[in-house]
């Protein structure tokens, strides 16, 4: 089973500052199988980018992503109010799907 | 507009089962593979397995294997995630969303499940 590790656990910014994400794969991931979410408290998960760098339906261009092999980054180039909340990375290989531990993006 | 719909919260005592349902709609429902995801409380997301509703076929991750059952009911385009005896550790939010493209793209509100004494 792929292990997906992100970093940093917590990142603390301002709004307006700029959010890079890590996500490291413990194997090569497709890049057509590797995704982004963004997770509030008393919502559902929405996903953000799919295929690594597309991003989905509604999801305003200051999110994108980018990354293959082993290596992906998710980017929020100028933090909104409304960003701040925890985000996962998902893979999906071999029909076995896996996330991530979550970076939380807080208010500094 | 997609949407699969969970219902409310469940509260169980240990040793007791329970069937919780996801229910889509304006979608193909058999067409694609269903994933049902937890998460405990204050802690991550984690993918319990997947089911496609044409064939119910299932993948399980290893974690789960054996701990719950899923199964679907094409004609009424819903899923199942059942346990067969709930233990304190079975305390969390249950997700079911839709797999697409590798990735999970429409979700339900998910179904908060409480097991206590």
């Known amino acids: 089973e792929i292990v997906l590790t992100q970093s940093p656990g917590t990142l603390s910014l301002s709004p307006g500052e700029r959010a890079t994400l890590s996500c490291r794969a413990s194997?090569?991931?497709?890049?057509?199988?590797l995704a982004w979410y963004q997770h509030k408290p008393g919502q559902a998960p929405r996903l953000l980018i799919y295929?690594?760098?597309s991003r989905a339906t509604g999801i305003p261009d200051r999110f994108s992503g980018s990354g293959s092999g082993t290596d992906f980054t998710l980017t929020i180039s100028r933090l909104e109010p409304e960003d701040f909340a925890v985000y996962y990375c998902q893979q999906f290989g071999s029909s076995r799907l896996t996330f991530g531990g979550g970076t939380k993006v807080e208010i500094k | 507009e997609v949407q699969l719909v969970q219902y409310g919260a469940e509260v169980k005592k240990p040793g007791e089962s329970l069937k919780i349902s996801c229910k889509g709609s304006?979608?193909?429902?058999?067409?694609?593979?269903i994933g049902w995801v937890r998460q405990m409380p204050g802690k991550g997301l984690e993918c319990m397995g997947i089911?496609?509703?044409?064939?119910?076929?299932?993948i399980y991750s290893p974690s789960f294997q054996g701990q719950v059952t899923m199964s679907a009911d094409k004609s009424i385009n819903t899923a199942y995630l059942q346990w067969s005896s709930l233990k304190a550790s079975d305390t969390a939010m249950y997700y079911c969303a839709r797999l697409r493209s590798g990735s999970l793209d429409s979700w339900g509100q998910g179904a908060l499940v409480t097991v206590s004494s």
């Open positions: 304006g979608y193909s429902f058999t067409n694609y593979w």
């Open positions: 089911i496609y509703p044409g064939d119910s076929d299932t």
């Open positions: 295929g690594a760098s």
């Open positions: 194997q090569s991931v497709s890049s057509s199988d």
